[in-house]
């Protein structure tokens, strides 16, 4: 199988587990699983720059060129410490057609469909909504556009009168 691994620093700081650590988990992870890291992808620190999501885009970039079937993290932490993103990312992850894989043991049940944490069921079940929403919304055609009757008549239920203005009126000072 077709792997590409994602590392990412910690943004907590007192976190000692570096990018090269956690690839270097990855590559023995893979090699005893029999899977083909195709793409190592990362973010990581770099003086005077927050620690941003290149490395994750990247990833993104890979997956939509159709070049990997799955994707293998050091653990579900990777993504974000925040479980709301963590699954929102695994949904967009999934979404794409890819599989996710991580090192850690405790990861396994999670990553099933089926989740013990509630919680993380709830979120699921809103972004899967969510997605049924946004598939019926793009699959609506749009009105086709209303063209002006011949005459000059316009097929609307709007109607736009203008008023003169009248020098002293009482309303002017409460509209100005």
């Known amino acids: 199988m077709r792997v590409a691994s994602y590392v990412r620093e910690s943004s ?6 570096s990018v090269f650590a956690q690839q270097e988990e990855l590559r023995r992870h893979a090699a005893s699983q029999g ?5 190592v992808c990362q973010d990581s620190r770099h003086e005077g720059h927050a620690l941003g999501r290149d490395g994750y885009r990247s990833l993104l970039g890979v997956i939509s060129a159709g070049n990997v079937d799955a994707v293998l993290l050091p653990g579900l932490d990777t993504l974000s410490s925040d479980l709301v993103i963590q699954e929102i990312m695994l949904w967009d992850l999934r979404s794409r ?3 996710i894989l991580s090192t850690e043991p405790d990861d396994v049940a999670i990553l099933r469909s089926k989740s013990p944490d509630p919680a ?3 979120i699921r079940d809103v972004l899967t909504r969510l997605g049924e929403h946004a598939e019926m919304i793009a699959s609506t055609p749009a009105p086709a556009p209303r063209l002006p009757r011949p005459g000059g008549e316009d097929d609307t239920d709007i109607v736009v009168t203008l008023v003169e203005e009248k020098a002293g009126d009482p309303n002017r000072a409460a509209a100005g």
């Not at 899977?35 to 793409?39: P, T, W």
């Open 12 to 17: 907590d700081p007192t976190v000692d587990r």
């Open 35 to 39: 899977l083909q890291i195709v793409a």
């Open 97 to 99: 057609g890819v599989r």
């Open 120 to 122: 993380r069921m709830l």
